[in-house]
């Protein structure tokens, strides 16, 4: 798989936590939760300084959140090709519903259209198994039977097996590597009938031998079979795949680039533009590098095919978009960091011959979110680093983010629960966690994607030589990355943190959410599958089994309950050392063995009784495991003649409505 990402999930780590940030706003001030159902809730953020932006800045955002919304039902499609249909009949039953509201069936139905706007689709976003429904197939049907002339589509009854039966696209993305990935597979970026094996002869035999500088094959197709049986790419592009909903993206980027902030940023969006029309992959690339050179726009934007984690092979991106713009007095943090790239580089404990000997253009920025789209939306990442193709990235370097506006409302939202007096050994433990795991969480973040992921060096040819590894490996890389440095007292010379000990709270929360609370993000009986999830459980419980005959980490039996004792925080930091080591070296020389032998020891199999354990403790305290977003609207104020005079944002639209209203504006695919 692809370089990379994302750190999706450190929402885990936030969530829960009571920390001190002397000029956030009070909650009170502001209503955070939206919404709460099955394993969600559903929150707002707000867009700070929005209003200090130049009149023409903030025409340009307004177009390109535009632009971001009309691809939303492309990555519905992508993820199931039921899906866009499946919305439309959940959607005439949800709205032409007149009966008891408080009626059981009704309100798992409820649930289900919630879980599935959630989903961008009827799989869960990040497990990506097929949600079950709590209703009874005949109030779905009674309810269907009543709907008015013209709202159900023609597959109706197709569709409703695909509700109730659960061996019909059971897994969007299946990673169990014993059995053909595409065929297990329920997302629609593969034709049905194409085999693993197929693709991967195809992909074989049109890879350049020796390309350096290779394009990102496949990233924008669906893969088919041709009319004479042979394997054929059918590119996303205008007058191709999704064509309605690219033309109208296309449209409005081509407004926004009239408000251009300079002349780099009006060609990036021109060439973005060329690369929706032609689907030409060599485009994408130059769009890329123009894209990752530019640093000095305060507005800044992705909108396209992406991520590849919705593909079992890793090759075809999911579309999607975030429009933000820099906050520059907290970037000020991240560009000290930035500035010393090659100091962290060359003192890592990795070894010399899978070092960068010269770190190349690390920009790193904390930005402000104006809107999340696609695969970015409801469920968000908290951190950005792209582009993703390798070459691009030590050639010309890319840009790395840290959106502050939506870690503060994970923070904001989470006070108060009650997780760190279930979960935290003692007292003095919690009092560390509430005076430094926001700035430390925050400098981890930082750390992981402006220095973590554009460290080292690989091997030529060992893109992809890691295989179903290669995310959790990557993000393992990254974490362990920031992990040793946070607790290197380069980051006190460099005022970054004012107290030597600072880096412990990081250092206990990883520990604890790794081993054990990140576990209630997954089913019993199931394996840990996600890569970013993967990645901690592998660095927790290695550094637990490493540590042990110094006593490093150790459980504590409490009545009846486990909870994590740090005895040894510098030998932590040792232990991390130690395995970056390594994941360095098998990440530079794709040593597929070894990275499969790390993955299967530490990061898949879940000790059951623990697993329990944790579920119940977290039952007691009602903390939502996932959480997402609901944006704000903007609105164009125009004049008599039509010309935008102001942009103004309004905070106070709900999830449902908002999920109703997407449905009926920007249905591209229509
Ligand atoms: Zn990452």
Redesign the pocket.
């Known amino acids: 798989m692809k370089k ?4 999706a999930a450190m929402a885990s780590l936030l969530a829960g936590t009571s920390c001190s940030k002397p000029e956030a706003p009070k909650a009170e001030e502001f209503d955070y939760v939206v919404d709460h159902f099955a394993d969600i809730e559903v929150l707002r953020y707000k867009v700070p300084d929005f209003e200090n932006l130049t009149l023409n800045q903030k025409i340009l955002v307004y177009y390109l959140t535009e632009a971001a919304l009309w691809g939303r039902d492309i990555l519905w499609d992508q993820n199931n090709s039921n899906n866009l249909a499946m919305r439309q009949l959940l959607e005439a039953v949800y709205t032409n519903y007149n009966g008891d509201k408080t009626d059981a069936d009704y309100k798992a139905f409820e649930t289900y259209i919630k879980q599935v706007w959630f989903g961008n689709g009827i799989h869960h976003h990040y497990s990506t198994d097929k949600f079950t429904p709590a209703f009874s197939r005949d109030f779905l049907n009674a309810q269907i039977a009543a709907l008015p002339e013209g709202a159900a589509p023609a597959n109706t009854d197709e569709l409703v097996e695909v509700i109730f039966n659960p061996a019909l696209d059971a897994k969007r993305v299946n990673q169990d590597a014993t059995v053909d990935l595409i065929a297990t597979s329920a997302n629609n970026m593969y034709a049905p009938g194409v085999t693993q094996a197929e693709v991967e002869a195809y992909y074989n035999s049109i890879r350049k031998p020796n390309d350096l500088t290779p394009i990102s094959y496949g990233l924008n197709t669906r893969v088919e079979r041709g009319a004479d049986g042979k394997i054929v790419e059918n590119p996303y592009k205008i007058g191709g795949l999704y064509s309605s909903a690219i033309e109208k993206i296309v449209e409005n980027l081509d407004s926004a680039s009239h408000y251009a902030e300079n002349d780099a940023q009006r060609q990036i969006i021109g060439s973005l533009i060329d690369f929706y029309r032609t689907g030409d992959l060599a485009t994408f690339d130059k769009y890329s590098i123009e894209w990752a050179e530019d640093t000095l726009s305060q507005v800044d934007f992705i909108n396209g095919f992406i991520e590849t984690y919705g593909d079992p092979l890793g090759m075809t991106g999911s579309w999607e978009s975030i429009v933000n713009f820099k906050n520059i007095p907290a970037s000020e943090r991240t560009e000290t960091l930035s500035a010393e790239a090659q100091w962290f580089e060359d003192n890592s404990p990795v070894d010399k011959a899978f070092k960068k000997d010269k770190v190349k253009g690390v920009s790193a920025k904390v930005i402000t979110a104006a809107i999340l789209a696609g695969d970015s939306y409801p469920a968000t990442p908290i ?1 950005i ?1 792209l582009p993703n193709a390798n070459w691009i990235r030590a050639a010309h370097g890319s840009k790395s983010v840290t959106i502050e506006n939506i870690t503060q409302a994970y923070d904001e939202a989470s006070h108060g629960n009650g997780f760190n007096e279930e979960f935290v050994i003692d007292e003095p433990t919690i009092k560390l966690l509430d005076d430094y795991l926001f700035i430390t969480d925050n400098l981890h973040t930082d750390l ?2 402006c220095l ?2 554009g460290s080292g060096r690989l091997m030529p040819g060992k893109e992809d030589a890691l295989k179903e590894h290669g995310s959790a490996i ?2 393992a890389r ?1 974490d362990l990355f920031a992990l040793y440095y946070l607790a290197d007292p380069k980051l006190i010379e460099m005022g970054l943190l004012d107290n030597p000990e600072a880096y412990k709270a990081e250092y206990y929360k990883y520990i604890l959410n790794g081993m054990m609370t990140q576990l209630q993000r997954i089913e019993p009986g199931k394996d840990v599958e996600e890569a ?1 999830m993967r990645n901690r459980k592998l660095i927790a419980e290695w550094a637990y089994e490493h540590g042990k005959d110094a006593n490093v980490i150790e459980l504590v039996k409490r009545d009846g309950k486990t909870f994590i004792q740090i005895n040894d925080y510098e030998a932590l930091r040792g232990l991390f050392g130690q395995l970056l080591a390594e994941i360095q070296r098998i990440r530079s020389t794709g040593d597929y063995a070894a990275a499969n032998e790390l993955i299967n020891t530490y990061a898949v199999k879940i000790d059951p009784e623990l697993h329990r354990e944790v579920l119940d403790r977290y039952a007691k305290l009602d903390i939502a495991p996932y959480k997402g977003f609901v944006n704000p609207v903007y609105t164009a104020v125009r004049d008599e003649n039509g010309k935008i005079t102001d942009v103004t944002v309004d905070y106070t639209e709900g999830y449902i409505d908002q999920m109703l209203r997407y449905g009926r504006q920007y249905n591209g695919l229509k």
């Open positions: 990379i990402i994302i750190a951190g680093n992981h994607e973590g992921h990557e993000e990254a970013h």
